[in-house]
T-cell receptor, first 114, second 113 residues
Framework: DQQVKQNSPSLSVQEGRISILNCDYT??????FLWYKKYPAEGPTFLIS?????DKNEDGRFTVFLNKSAKHLSLHIVPSQPGDSAVYFC?????????????FGQGTTLQVKP | KAGVTQTPRYLIKTRGQQVTLSCSPI?????VSWYQQTPGQGLQFLFE???????NKGNFPGRFSGRQFSNSRSEMNVSTLELGDSALYLC????????????FGPGTRLTVT
């Protein structure tokens, strides 16, 4: 039972354009969502997060949108840069569980072409 | 502020042996979580410790165990290693999980032969 899904295994965009990575979840108890970037043989690097009381959060080139009714979130990267090429994971947590357990999606590999 | 550190970075063990991995969280963080990453299963939650208490445990066999010390440093142990335990083991620390960001260490790459 995969509670967090990233249906696109890969995405390729041109440098300077927008990258949109998508994530769907099934558990309505999830109330905190995070995006991570990961390079091979390294730990995930935290990018941006959003609480379920918000529908948008921005940090520089990164914006996360949350649509609770659709149980969908997306990460927008504008403008995309070659250094953004990596695997991106979305993750979710259930605050009522009072634990730090994160449920991760399977990841989307982003390639930004110069 | 120093990040999350994990030791060792690489480890090769033989089936049947046991292994202990260490994680030092960011200073001030009391929550430490452990994850296993494999190509087929992605990132899977192992367990989380907060103030020396295990708050949650994932669906892993009892061969996987952990503990946390009073300085928030954490160790995980895997006994009777199997080939399928070969993976990248990651720990993450947080100041206010579950509502705060979690920061990951570089991981320990375990290879079981």
């Amino acid at each position: 039972d995969q509670q967090v899904k990233q249906n696109s295994p890969s995405l390729s965009v041109q440098e300077g354009r927008i990258s949109i990575l998508n994530c769907d979840y099934t558990n309505s108890m999830f109330d905190y969502f995070l995006w991570y970037k990961k390079y091979p043989a390294e730990g995930p690097t935290f990018l941006i997060s959003i609480s379920s009381i918000k529908d948008k959060n921005e940090d520089g080139r990164f914006t996360v949108f949350l649509n609770k009714s659709a149980k969908h979130l997306s990460l927008h990267i504008v403008p995309s840069q070659p250094g953004d090429s990596a695997v991106y994971f979305c993750a979710a947590s259930d605050g009522s569980s009072n634990t730090g357990k994160l449920i991760f999606g399977q990841g989307t590999t982003l390639q930004v072409k110069p | 502020k120093a990040g999350v550190t994990q030791t060792p970075r690489y480890l090769i063990k033989t089936r049947g042996q046991q292994v202990t991995l260490s994680c030092s969280p960011i200073s001030g963080h009391r929550s430490v979580s452990w994850y296993q990453q494999t190509p087929g299963q992605g990132l899977q939650f192992l367990f989380e410790y907060f103030s020396e208490t295990q708050r949650n445990k994932g669906n892993f066999p009892g061969r996987f165990s952990g503990r946390q010390f009073s300085n928030s440093r954490s160790e995980m142990n895997v006994s009777t290693l199997e080939l399928g335990d070969s993976a990248l083991y990651l720990c993450a620390s947080s100041f206010k999980a579950p509502w705060g960001e979690q920061y990951f260490g570089p991981g320990t790459r375990l290879t079981v032969t």
